[in-house]
């Protein structure tokens, strides 16, 4: 069955820098765009960036550009996001989720079909 195990996550301060990771497993990953989506408690889900099945097509939302750097290791089935210049407002449960662009061509519209029981990060000001 489909899994995904997303850790790196953890309680840093305004300005330091994280980098999350996520193993997939049960299909084939490489055959998968894949996508972080973020959460604040009491909040929609955010979709924060995505990249495509070959690694070449980077998404970003508007607020993480120029901070986050999203990436995959294709060999290994393994998602990675690197977030630096943290905000206190990038606090939140971050998500690896399965989904594809929808027909709209925008990422903010997409729906997961599978994704992590996510990592918790902390920024602190």
């Known amino acids: 069955q489909v899994e995904i195990v997303e850790s790196g996550g953890g309680e840093v301060h305004s300005g330091e820098s994280l980098k999350l990771s996520c193993v997939a497993s049960?299909?084939?990953?490489?055959?998968?765009?894949m996508s972080w989506v973020r959460q604040v408690p009491g909040k929609g889900l955010e979709w924060v960036s995505s990249i495509d099945r070959a690694g070449r097509r980077p998404w970003y939302v508007d607020s993480v550009k120029g901070r986050f750097t999203i990436s995959r290791d294709n060999a290994k089935n393994v998602l990675y996001l690197q977030m630096n210049s943290l905000k206190p407002e990038d606090t939140a449960m971050y998500y690896c989720a399965r989904a594809a662009l929808p027909q709209s061509g925008s990422w903010c519209n997409a729906v997961a079909t599978y994704w992590g029981q996510g990592t918790q990060v902390t920024v602190s000001s």
């Open positions: 049960g299909f084939e990953f490489s055959g998968f765009d």
